[in-house]
Nanobody
Framework: QVQLAESGGGLVQTGDSLTLSCTAPGDTLEYYSVGWFRQALGKEREFVATISWPGTRTKYGNSVKGRSTIRRDNIKHIISLQLNSLTPQDTAIYYC??????????????????WGQGTQVTVSS
């Protein structure tokens, strides 16, 4: 299984934007859909966004729809998630995950076979 690594988390203020990145050191993520999920303290893991291989299809969770963009750069092998208009409700650990299902890219965590360790995003009020 491919190993994934997230970066870009941190402490931001309400209204700020943040871009998270997902890479697979030593791998390319070719033919993988890549999704983002998040888990806030005491809550269940929530679907955020996903993008198919090679990037023709995307889906977003209701909580971020309209203020987030997922992209993939298949030359640099990076999947990015831009989050805008952040609020304290966006505070969570954000995980990227890889799936062999590509058409359409899955929204259920159970369909993802590889996961990163997560990156913390904290939004202050």
């Amino acid at each position: 299984q491919v190993q994934l690594a997230e970066s870009g988390g941190g402490l931001v203020q309400t209204g700020d934007s943040l871009t998270l990145s997902c890479t697979a050191p030593g791998d390319t993520l070719e033919y993988y859909s890549v999704g983002w999920f998040r888990q806030a303290l005491g809550k269940e893991r929530e679907f955020v966004a996903t993008i198919s291989w090679p990037g023709t299809r995307t889906k977003y969770g209701n909580s971020v729809k309209g203020r987030s963009t997922i992209r993939r750069d298949n030359i640099k092998h990076i999947i990015s998630l831009q989050l805008n208009s952040l609020t304290p409700q966006d505070t969570a650990i954000y995980y990227c995950a890889g799936s062999r299902l590509t058409s359409p890219p899955p929204v259920q965590a159970v369909d993802y076979i590889s996961w990163g360790q997560g990156t913390q995003v904290t939004v202050s009020s």
